[in-house]
């Protein structure tokens, strides 16, 4: 059984993270490594590429957000395969759904309609406290955190001051995410730690422990919009400091990587990192969440065809009656709201 307990507020234990290093060379050559290993193939690479679609945070953050848009996400997100594919691998029974719905706080209560509407029960989760730069007044970052859950998010994604980690101040960025954890109420809390902005592989591994030293249920790697976003040596880090947290206070702290993460190949290597380095309990959704909408287009063109043996084309991909909501970057989806899905 994967455990449910959920991180709290810690001490912060300065000692720990001033002494924390991080081996360059070691990272890369694990990455590396890693990068090489041959993928899950024919049922085991099914049933992988089925439980990446559990772990998909799917998103929509874009200007022009609207209720139709939010709606129709709302509605992949409860469905998000083919039901041809669906019954073909005889699946139903498994009522498989994505991991989460990610909309702006001022859509959350669009979001929770829909869901209404559609009689689901995928988590709404909600971007906030000035996302993506963090740089808006503390007090309003709260505020918003509380405007989200008040309109039915059951999950925050914040993002921290990268300042106070340039300028070494733990104490002011353990301040600042305990205020967060707080605001959240009962709502989980997923701390971006931007970690293209973070200079060093030293200073992720130290800003991902004062983070979870603040009580996140999750860390994340980036807002999707930095130039570098989720990468293998940035993960390893990372996931070593869930690892090492764990050991310490017993407590699971789950990991988002999020950007750049298009194709099931990739997610099939994510997976297959998150089960060797902190074990299966990090490849379910409580402790896994994968920022990277437009990869579900190629999940099912995967398993369209393992299910047929044939590749897919437009003309075989595409049903506009089911599939309403496509990725923007693959031609199986030409049809589709390009505009309502963006990586987060």
Not at 71 to 81: T, V, Y
Not at 297 to 303: N, T
Request: net charge positive.
């Amino acid at each position: 059984m994967v455990d449910s307990q959920r991180n709290v507020i810690q001490p912060l234990d300065l000692a720990w993270v001033e002494s924390s290093r991080v081996n360059l060379p070691a990272v890369q050559k694990r990455a590396a490594t890693h990068l090489k290993r041959r993928s899950v193939k024919k049922d085991w690479q099914a049933a992988w590429l089925l439980r990446a679609v559990s772990c998909l945070d799917l998103t929509t953050l874009s200007g022009d957000d609207t209720e139709t848009n939010v709606s129709r996400l709302c509605f992949k997100a409860k469905n998000p395969i083919r039901q041809d594919i669906v019954e073909a691998l005889k699946i139903k029974d498994l009522k498989i759904t994505t991991g989460a719905v990610c909309v702006y706080s001022t859509r959350v209560k669009d979001a929770v309609a829909a869901n209404k509407n559609n009689d689901s029960d995928v988590p709404i989760a909600s971007v906030a406290a000035g996302f993506p730069d963090g740089l808006t007044p503390i007090a309003q970052r709260l505020e918003e955190i509380k405007y989200a859950v008040a309109a039915g998010a059951k999950e925050i994604d914040i993002v921290i001051t990268r300042g106070y980690v340039l300028a070494g101040n733990w104490q002011a960025l353990y301040d600042e995410v305990a205020a967060c954890k707080k605001a959240c109420g009962d709502a989980l809390l997923k701390t971006i730690i931007a970690t293209g902005h973070l200079g060093t592989l030293t200073n992720v591994y130290k800003a991902s422990l004062v983070s979870m030293m603040a009580g996140s249920t999750f860390i994340k790697t980036s807002t999707g919009k930095e130039a570098v976003n989720a990468t293998f040596p940035v993960a390893l880090v990372m996931i070593r400091a869930i690892r090492d947290f764990y050991e310490r206070t017993g407590y699971k702290v789950g990991f988002k990587p999020a950007g750049g993460i298009r194709s099931a190949k990739d997610v099939l290597s994510w997976l297959a990192l998150m089960k060797e380095e902190l074990g299966d309990d990090w490849t379910h959704p409580n402790l896994f969440r994968i920022g990277a909408s437009s990869l579900l287009c190629d999940i099912e063109r995967q398993l369209y065809h393992f299910q047929t043996g044939r590749q897919s084309v437009t003309e075989l991909i595409e049903n506009p009656k089911e599939s309403i909501i496509g990725c923007s970057n693959s031609p199986c989806c030409d049809t589709y709201d390009k505009q309502s899905i963006t990586d987060k």
